[in-house]
């Protein structure tokens, strides 16, 4: 093979911080600049195993239960993440339908999306609480 046609087939994958470890807020969600002010480290999303090159931070929505970035689902329907504390874990994701948004939109942008089951919405929560600590809104 040449060495141009290798270059095509290489694939950029990278992980992402979250949006609140960005310093950036998303409709008044709480942010933080240094490690040390983060609440619970254990339980706070630092950073997603995402797959894409993206020019941004990750994030979903605060103060509605709907997904910004595409959830990933690189490694048997789900992902890993890093958290403030300093370890890593795996998080399966629940909803079918979250499943399948992830798997189609791998290489691009499906826009902001809420999902419609009980699991889907679950998904969509665990990583607003895993990123911000809490809900921007009532259940």
């Known amino acids: 093979m ?3 046609r290798a ?3 290489i694939e ?4 992402a911080m979250m ?3 960005n310093g950036r807020s998303i409709d008044g969600s709480p942010v933080w600049k240094k490690r040390i002010l983060v609440p619970q480290p254990a339980k706070r999303l630092l950073f997603i195993d995402e797959g894409l090159a993206s020019p941004d931070a990750y994030s979903v929505r605060y103060t509605t239960p709907q997904w910004w970035d ?7 329907d789900g992902t890993t993440f890093s958290y403030a504390d300093g370890h890593c874990d795996f998080h399966k994701w629940g909803g079918s339908e979250t499943v ?7 290489r691009s942008f499906p ?3 809420g999902p419609a089951t009980e699991e889907g919405i679950a998904d969509v929560q665990w990583m607003q609480i ?3 600590g809490k809900l921007g809104y009532a259940r």
């Open 100 to 106: 399948k948004k992830g798997r189609i939109n791998v």
């Open 2 to 4: 040449d060495r141009r």
């Open 130 to 132: 895993g990123i911000w």
């Open 7 to 9: 270059f095509t087939l």
């Open 70 to 76: 595409q959830p990933t689902t690189r490694h048997g």
């Open 19 to 21: 949006i609140a470890s």
């Open 12 to 15: 950029l994958l990278t992980y």
């Open 111 to 113: 826009g902001i999306w």
